[in-house]
C-alpha cells in the first residue's frame, strides 16, 4: 500500500472546516443549526457584479486568460490600490490574479522560502498562514500576540524570536479572529524591523474594508521603504460578498512577481475567467453595496458584544473590523475544544474552537439568527451554571 508524503503528517484538518463538515452531517440529520462558525458574509453578491458575470459568460469569456489575469482587471486592482492605500503598481507586470487570497498565501511562500528559512507569525491567527509555510518547508515561529496589549504585536517578542534564519514577517490587519485593527504605530515598528532585518513582509488585507468605529487602515507597503519587500494580498470575498467566487490579487515588486506566477502558472494557470469580470464590476461599480454590508455587519457586531459582556467567565476582545469576536472562555470551561461541542450538540450553535482556552465566534449571519444564537448562548450557560 502507498504512503502519503511525510509532510501531510505535520498538517491537520482545519478546525473550522472540521466543525464545517459537523455542522453539515447534522444538518443532513434533520438538525437545524445557527452558523456561527463561518468567516463569510451572508449576503449576496451585488446584483450588478452578477451581471458582470452572466455577461461575461454570454459574451464568451470561457477560456484561459493570461496567467496574470485579464489586464482590464488589472488595471482596475491598480487603480483601486492607487487610490485606497497610496500604492503604484504597473498593471502588467506587478499584479497577478489568483483563485482566492488563499492561493496567494501558499504561492508566496512556495515561491519566496527555501527550506529551513523562518518565517514570524504573530498569533492568534489563521491556521492557513502556519500550514502554507510547512508546506513550502519553512518553518513557521510562532510569536505570541496578547490581550493586555490589545492584540497588538510587541517588538520585544518579534526580537526574542528573530535569528539568522528568519525570512518573513506575516501580517494581517484587520486581523483573523482578532477583528484587531493594527495601529499606524505598530505598522511603522513593523516595517523597521523588517528594514532592518531584511524580511520579506506577506501583507494579508482581505478585510480592509470590514472595518468600525472610523478606525484607519493602512496598507503596511505605503509605508517608506516597505513596498520593494511587501507582497500584498487582498481579494473579493469579504468586502463584496464573493466568497464562491474565488477571486483574489496579489500585488508586489516585479521581480518577486515572477517567482510568484511561476507557483501561480503551474498549480492554478488562471482565475476563473468570467469572475474576473465580475471583480472588474465590483472595483468599478458603485460601492454603495459595500457601505451597506458593513453597516449592518457593524450592527450585528454591537448586538453580539452587548450580549456576551454579561456572561460571567467570559471575556473577549472588542473587534475593530472583519467579522469575528475572539473569546476567552478559560472561566467557563477547562477546554474550549468541548465548549465547542456542547455548544454544537445542546444549543445547536456552531462556533469555532481556536485553541484550547478560546473560539471565534462569527457574525456573518443574520440579525434575527444572531439573536436566537445568542439567546440560546445564554440559556445554555445559565443553565450550566445552576447545574
Known sequence: MQQIADRMEQIPFSSIRTIFERVHRLECEGTSIIHLEIGRPDFDTPEHIKRAGYRAIDDGHVHYTSNYGILPLRQAIAHKLAYDNHLDFDPKTEIIVTAGVSEGIMMTMLALLNPGDEVLIPEPVLPCYVMAAQMAGAVPIIVPVHAHNGY????????????????????????NPSGVVLHESTLRYLANFSINNNLLVMADEIYEKLIYDDRQHISIASLPGMRPRTITLNGFSKSYAMTGWRLGYVAADAHLIQALVRIHQYSVVCANSFAQWGGIAALEGPQTCVQTMVAELNRRRLLMTSYLQDIPGLTYQHPQGAMYVYANVSGLSQSAYQLADDLLEQ?????????????????????????????????????DLVC
Open 347 to 383: 444549543a445547536h450553535i456552531a462556533v469555532v474552537p481556536w485553541d484550547q482556552q478560546h473560539i471565534r465566534i462569527a457574525y456573518g449571519n443574520s440579525y434575527e439568527n444572531l439573536k436566537e444564537a445568542l439567546d440560546r448562548i445564554g440559556h445554555f450557560f445559565a443553565a
Open 152 to 175: 497588538q504585536p510587541a517588538l520585544v517578542d518579534l526580537v526574542s524570536k528573530l535569528s539568522v534564519k528568519t525570512k518573513m514577517l506575516v501580517v494581517n490587519t484587520p486581523g
